[in-house]
C-alpha cells in the first residue's frame, strides 16, 4: 500500500514567495513552483549532514 505524498514549504518562506517543499512521509523535495515537475529524493540524514555542515553556502 501506498501512502499518499502530502507536501509543506518551510516555514521561514512568505506567503507569496517561492521555494522548496519537502514531503511527509520525509526523503523527497520539489520546487514549490513547479509542484508537477522533477522531485529529489534524497537519505534524509545525509542531507542533513550536509546542510548542517554548511555544504550548499556559497
Known amino acids: 500500500m501506498n501512502t499518499p505524498v502530502q507536501w509543506r514549504k518551510s ?17 523527497l523535495i520539489r520546487d514549490s513552483k513547479d509542484p508537477g515537475g522533477p522531485v529529489l529524493a534524497v537519505d534524509v540524514a545525509t ?6 555542515s554548511g555544504r550548499f553556502e556559497s
Open 47 to 52: 542531507f542533513l549532514r550536509a546542510i548542517k
Open 11 to 27: 516555514s521561514y518562506s512568505g506567503q507569496e514567495t517561492h521555494c522548496v517543499e519537502l514531503s511527509d512521509p520525509r526523503g
